[in-house]
């Protein structure tokens, strides 16, 4: 169906079109991810100079044509000003921009991974939080929402749900230690195991809400990235940036 519709989300990405239009991706609630054009949007008084760039998250008026959409206004809620203007933070809310925007598809339920991106800036933007702790939540908390985490809850290899002292990454699961031998693994703690647990189980808006001793969130980072590089083949170009 063409014609005008309304839609909340966030700007991922923007790219010059011609001398003074913009080509956007959004995220948003309502249509998964779509690409937009907002024509005039290079112009130095136009309305959506400071709307089409990333980051930017608000309600946007769109017109959805037969093969395209085009943006006509918008009622922007927050730009992340802060984010932008600190050259660490800005590298790690670009790489979560790149993720939001290689893993998110059109027309789908793209709710969870938009309200995941929104409270990751705000943790990053907080100062409550260690950045590489932000970073990892996210990246697990993506995972989840792709469905292709690991089991967190019982063992891969029997259903148990005690002893649960090892990972499989072949497994794609936790090992208790009666199936240790027979399937193998790499040692976890309890305290990275129940963070692992509790992402995977938390809505994403209610995440953010836990810090780790220095040892565990350690652990818990490489015990993430090292699943997520096996999973995850894609290479970002904001990870160079961030020395992952």
């Known amino acids: 169906m063409n014609g005008q519709v309304f839609l909340s989300g966030m700007v991922l990405s923007c790219m010059p079109v011609g001398e003074f239009d913009r080509r956007i991706v959004l995220l948003t609630k309502e249509r998964g991810k779509i690409s937009a054009f907002a024509r005039g949007a290079r112009r130095p008084k ?60 059109e027309n789908n339920d793209e709710t969870e991974r938009l309200i995941l991106l929104y409270q990751a800036f705000r943790a990053l933007l907080s100062g409550k939080f260690p950045v590489e702790l932000v970073r990892c939540v996210y990246e697990f908390k993506t995972l989840v929402i792709n469905g292709d985490y690991p089991n967190v809850f019982s ?28 399937l193998g693994g790499t040692a976890i703690s309890s305290s990275v195991l129940y963070a692992m647990q509790f992402i995977t189980a938390t809505p ?16 818990l980072e490489r015990i993430t990235r090292e699943y997520y590089n096996r999973y995850v083949e894609h290479k970002f170009k904001s990870e160079a940036f961030l020395g992952l």
């Not at 309305?47 to 008026?61: C, I, K, M, R, Y």
């Not at 063992?155 to 027979?182: A, W």
């Open 46 to 105: 136009s309305q959506l100079v400071a709307a089409t760039n990333p980051f930017v998250s608000g309600d946007f008026d769109v017109y959805e044509g037969r093969d395209s959409y085009t943006v006509h206004g918008a009622d922007i809620k927050n730009y992340f000003e802060e984010l932008t203007s600190d050259i660490e933070l800005v590298w790690y809310g670009y790489y979560f921009l790149e993720i939001a925007e290689y893993f998110s598809l």
């Open 204 to 219: 994403s808006a209610k995440l953010f809400s836990f810090t780790l001793k220095e040892d565990t969130q350690a652990e």
């Open 155 to 182: 063992c891969g290899g029997c259903d148990g749900k005690k002893q649960l002292f090892y990972l499989s990454p072949d497994k794609r699961s936790v090992i208790c230690e009666d199936c240790h031998g027979r």
